[in-house]
């Protein structure tokens, strides 16, 4: 079935540091993905999406592709701050948008001074 | 804009108690979607509404748990008899339908905790 794996479930880091997050999906439908963010005790919310193969998305100083080839839609950021320690899904759904989002397990990310 | 509003936002019940959780969509938003967020299982997707009609239902536990939308401004999510197992995070969602894929806005939750 179709599915989204995050291979990391907590990556802690310095500020000013880069960081990417690991995403790789399993669908036999055109895909959308979407990177969302939830920090403690808010609702997720959405960081980035994209249908489109090879061509980079960016929010907020993050960025992802969407590599059709190697089915996946890695996060990064080049310089991380303190406010970005939360919980990041990536999430699966297809281009029509007529099926709920499958997430991944998330990634908790922890950003220290 | 008050975004996707559940309430309440936190409850306690006692195990066998029902369980109602609210949920009011973003004006104009007419499609829901419930999930369940659990740290050992992460989000889980529950049901779907579109135009206040249930579309999949796939997620949801075929016993004790049912979800409707009686009109576009409401879906409620009933657990009945509940278990501590079903203490979790209950989130719902919104979107638009048509034209270009539109982002899913979620609400900030219900809190279930099951004693």
């Known amino acids: 079935g179709d599915s989204v794996t995050q291979t990391e479930g907590l990556v802690t880091l310095t500020k000013g540091l880069p960081v990417m997050l690991n995403c790789t999906y399993q669908t036999t439908y055109s895909p959308f993905l979407f990177w969302y963010v939830q920090h403690l005790n808010e609702a997720p919310k959405l960081l980035l999406k994209?249908?489109?193969?090879?061509k980079r998305t960016e929010h907020q100083g993050f960025y992802a592709t969407l590599h059709k080839s190697s089915s996946s839609f890695h996060l990064q950021k080049s310089s991380v701050q303190l406010s970005d320690s939360a919980l990041y899904f990536c999430a699966l759904s297809d281009r029509q948008g007529g099926r709920a989002l499958i997430f991944g397990t998330g990634t908790t990310v922890s950003v220290s001074p | 804009n008050a975004g996707v509003i559940q309430t309440p936002r936190h409850k306690v019940t006692g195990k066998g108690q029902e369980a109602t959780l609210w949920c009011e969509p973003i004006s104009g938003h007419s499609a829901v979607f419930w999930y369940r967020q659990t740290i050992v299982q992460g989000l889980e997707f529950l049901t779907y509404f579109r135009n206040q009609a249930p579309i999949d239902d796939s997620g949801m536990p075929k016993e004790r748990f049912s979800a409707q939308m009686p009109n576009q401004s409401h879906s409620t999510l009933k657990i009945q008899s509940t278990q501590p197992q079903d203490s979790a995070v209950y989130l719902c969602?919104?979107?638009?339908?048509?034209?270009?894929?539109?982002?899913?806005?979620f609400g900030p939750g219900t809190r279930l905790t099951v004693l």
């Open positions: 969602a919104s979107r638009i339908l048509g034209g270009n894929y539109a982002e899913q806005f």
């Open positions: 994209s249908s489109t193969d090879n």
